[in-house]
């Protein structure tokens, strides 16, 4: 007989006197953790299959259900930890690549902890942001760096295509396929209502949703799934991905459980099939065959919109942003190791990549140093969690920032990192009808609205504080930022004093 080696995570434990076996929770849960016994007359659950997503815990309707970490534990050991010998046993029996979502879990440090933003006193008084006007609108894209004027002395507008965002946060690409059409739909109604952008990721775009056209940035990655002129011509932006924060150096991969008919003609790929996209974009080499796309894509658009390129935040990443800068693109988009992903080897999205405010503060310095920042807007991913992740960021350099995990939890996400497994609780990571009508639009795009509104308020309140009564104030601004408990290199890079000085 087989002996399975690994023990579940998690522990189903249901309160009986509270159970009145309506079996909400069984019903519930894709993963078929409940099951109702008729002769104990009594519900079971088998919790090798609990994801911890906490669906059959948030509707139970008696709360008699809590899920809690096991106390099965191998014995203790720093080096080969359970998660370690778990691992081991997986593979010893699969012989496969550990796959996992969503972003980077390990202890790692997060700087935005470690960073503190200034107020005034006394002196260069606040601004209340309730009675005074405060700028939160944001530009992004190319601007020139001398004003012409033509022989009669008027202005001549020579700015290049701007995308303008009523508060410096966009929705981060999260392609439809790896997200259910009606998180799609939320993403981008409130992207509408809110006068900002979302993004298509490589997947392609529903033909329902070309309406929404002037709040979507289309993305072209290595695959090129679902990509042509009018799709292209359909979006404020087009976005190049040539990394991805939660996996840089490999490309995309949608499990082919989630490669319905819908999302297999949106992509332009069979039915069913894994869609993994290549690592490199097989016509990007260097700098100049980058400048070459970058080209084909604004030919292919008339000029008339801005083109992002994205990569992730690696080793070297202020080289690379400043080629990318000389490569005609508009706005460099980076995401950093902690961003989510809806499918990942393991390994890659633990162990690969830097962190975002590293990067961030080291293509803003380098921009700077080479006179070249105005040719670019730079803009932030990979883990922005709150308001003042933002107003950090935006400190630091960003001119505006991306969010996607922030964006999903708005929606109902409880980040149980099983969105590969496409059977998402909460009709977000799924393609399964019964699952995704959970998730209701009009729900959905108002939860996103009212997020993005209060992080816009905090904003305005912290920029207040700091007697700032704009974003391009605060834009680069690192005399509002102090670090803690970060080493003098550390620092260095982030370009910032210790609190205290
Ligand atoms: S997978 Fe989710 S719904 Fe199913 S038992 Fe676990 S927490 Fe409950
Ligand atoms: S989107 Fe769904 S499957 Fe993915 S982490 Fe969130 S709750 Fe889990």
């Known amino acids: 007989m087989a002996i399975n080696f690994i023990e579940p995570l998690y522990e189903v434990v249901r309160n009986q006197d509270r159970c009145i076996k309506c079996r909400v929770c069984e019903n519930q849960c894709s993963n078929e953790v409940h099951r109702y016994d008729s002769d104990l007359k009594v519900m079971l659950s088998d919790e090798t299959k609990c994801v911890n997503c906490h669906r059959c815990v948030a509707l139970c309707p008696t709360k008699a259900l809590k899920i809690v970490k096991s106390d099965n534990c191998f014995k203790e050991n720093a080096n080969w930890t359970q998660a370690n010998m778990t691992s ?216 008339k919109k801005p083109v992002i390129v994205k990569i992730a935040a690696v080793h070297n990443v202020a080289v690379i942003a400043s080629g990318i800068a000389r490569s005609g693109a508009d706005i460099i988009a980076i995401d950093g190791f902690r961003g989510g992903t809806g499918a990942a080897p393991t390994r890659i999205r633990d162990n690969v990549g830097i962190p975002i405010e590293l990067a961030l503060a080291t293509v803003d310095k380098r921009l700077r140093d080479e006179g070249i920042r105005d040719n670019v807007s730079l803009v932030v991913g990979g883990s922005i969690r709150s308001s003042a992740d933002v107003v950090k960021a935006i400190a630091l350099g960003a001119d505006a920032c991306y969010i996607a995990t922030g964006a999903l939890l708005a929606l109902g996400c409880h980040l149980c990192r099983s969105c590969h497994l496409g059977r998402c609780n909460w009709g977000i990571a799924t393609q399964r009808p019964d699952l995704t009508k959970r998730l209701n639009p009009d729900v959905g795009s108002q939860r996103l609205v009212n997020l993005i509104e209060a992080w816009t308020h905090e904003i305005k309140e912290m920029m207040g504080g700091m007697g700032i009564n704009s974003i391009e104030a605060l834009r680069g601004n690192r005399l509002m930022l102090r670090g803690v408990g970060l080493t003098e290199k550390e620092l260095e890079i982030l370009g910032i004093k210790h609190a205290g000085e």
């Open 88 to 303: 081991i046993y997986k593979q010893a029996d699969t012989a496969g690549v550990l796959l996992s979502s969503m972003g980077n879990p390990e202890p790692l440090p997060v700087y935005w902890d470690k960073i503190l933003i200034n107020a005034s006193q006394v002196t260069n008084p606040p601004i209340d942001p309730l009675r005074e006007p405060m700028e939160t609108r944001t530009f992004l894209g190319a601007k020139p760096k001398d004003i012409v004027k033509d022989k009669s002395g008027n202005i001549v507008n020579n700015l290049p295509p701007q995308l303008e965002l009523s508060t410096p946060i966009m929705f981060s690409a999260m392609s439809y396929g790896s997200i259910s059409y009606n998180a799609h739909e939320s993403l981008a109604r409130a992207a509408t209502e809110l006068g900002i952008l979302y993004n298509t990721g490589e997947g392609g775009l529903h033909e329902d949703f070309y309406k929404y056209g002037p709040n979507t940035i289309v993305q072209v990655a290595s695959g090129r799934f679902g990509v042509n002129k009018d799709f292209l011509n359909t979006g404020a932006a087009i976005e190049i991905k040539m990394g991805q924060g939660a996996k840089p150096g490999i490309g995309g991969h949608l499990p082919g459980q989630k490669v319905t008919a819908d999302v297999s003609k949106t992509r332009m790929i069979p039915e069913g099939s894994d869609a993994i996209s290549p690592a490199p974009h097989h016509d990007i080499y260097s700098i100049e065959d980058l400048r070459q796309l970058v080209y084909s894509l604004k030919e292919a658009s008339d000029y």
